[in-house]
């Protein structure tokens, strides 16, 4: 998964045509790693997902901007217009990653 770096990337990738996802993370977040440890899984169940990473504490304002209040938190973006967001009580599972994506991404 890449790693977002700039304000730049982040506008870059919002604004595709195509759904891309961004999750929000921050290093010190003991549910962003359990979350990565289980996205593998979620990737054999759902294909073709652009998926970035971003740092919460590097882009806050970008966090700010999109009420990432939360982490981990997944956003899908397309056309530069968020289009949804499973906020961080609601991505503790496989099974809440997987259909979040899948009703999601469309």
């Keep these: ?23 929000f993370f921050t290093d010190w977040c003991p549910d962003c790693k359990r979350m990565d440890m289980f996205l593998p899984t979620v990737f054999e169940e759902v294909e073709n997902v652009e998926m ?3 740092n919460k504490d590097d882009l806050p304002e970008i966090a700010e901007k999109y009420d990432v209040m939360g982490i981990p938190s997944l956003l899908v973006f397309k056309n530069g217009e968020k289009q949804a967001h499973l906020h961080s009580a609601n991505a503790k599972t496989p099974d809440q990653v997987i259909e979040f994506l ?4 469309t």
């Design 52 to 54: 970035y990473e971003i």
């Design 102 to 105: 899948t009703t999601s991404i």
């Design 1 to 23: 998964m890449e790693h977002v770096k700039t304000e730049e990337k982040f506008k870059e990738l919002i604004n595709s045509n195509q759904p891309v996802v961004l999750k």
